[in-house]
Nanobody
Framework: QVQLVESGGGSVQAGGSLRLSCAASGSSYTNDCVGWFRQVPGKEREGVGIIHTGGMFRYSADSVKGRFTISSDNAKNTADLQMNSLKPEDTAMYYC???????????????????WGQGTQVTVSS
C-alpha cells in the first residue's frame, strides 16, 4: 500500500517562498507519476506540477510556470514543490498524488492518480 505524507505548508506574505515535500512509502519510486494539486473550496482541483520519477517528464501549469518547480529525489522517495513569488491566489489546500508503475509517456494530467496525501494548507497574504 502506497502512503503519501505532505509537509511544508504554512502562511507567507505575497512574494515569499515555501517548499512542499511529499514523502512516499510502499513504492519503488522508480517508475511512478507524482503530482501536486491544489484546491480551493468551490473551485475545481488544479494540477500545478507533475513529474515522472524516471526523469523523462515534467509538467507545470501555466498559472505557476516560472514560479513553481517540481522535483523528485528517488533516493529519498520524495517529490518537492518549490514555490517562489507566491501570490494571494496561490492560497489553497495542496495535495500530493501518485500513480505507480506508470510509463513516462502516460504521466500527465490525465493519469489516474490512485494515491493521495492528506493535504497541506498554503495561505498567502497580501
Amino acid at each position: 500500500q502506497v502512503q503519501l505524507v505532505e509537509s511544508g505548508g504554512g502562511s507567507v506574505q505575497a512574494g515569499g517562498s515555501l517548499r512542499l515535500s511529499c514523502a512516499a512509502s510502499g513504492s519503488s519510486y522508480t517508475n511512478d507519476c507524482v503530482g501536486w494539486f491544489r484546491q480551493v473550496p468551490g473551485k475545481e482541483r488544479e494540477g500545478v506540477g507533475i513529474i515522472h520519477t524516471g526523469g523523462m517528464f515534467r509538467y507545470s501549469a501555466d498559472s505557476v510556470k516560472g514560479r513553481f518547480t517540481i522535483s523528485s529525489d528517488n533516493a529519498k522517495n520524495t517529490a518537492d514543490l518549490q514555490m517562489n513569488s507566491l501570490k494571494p491566489e496561490d492560497t489553497a489546500m495542496y495535495y500530493c498524488a501518485a500513480a505507480v508503475n506508470v510509463n513516462w509517456w502516460s504521466c500527465g494530467l490525465g493519469t489516474d492518480f490512485a494515491y493521495w496525501g492528506q493535504g497541506t494548507q498554503v495561505t498567502v497574504s497580501s
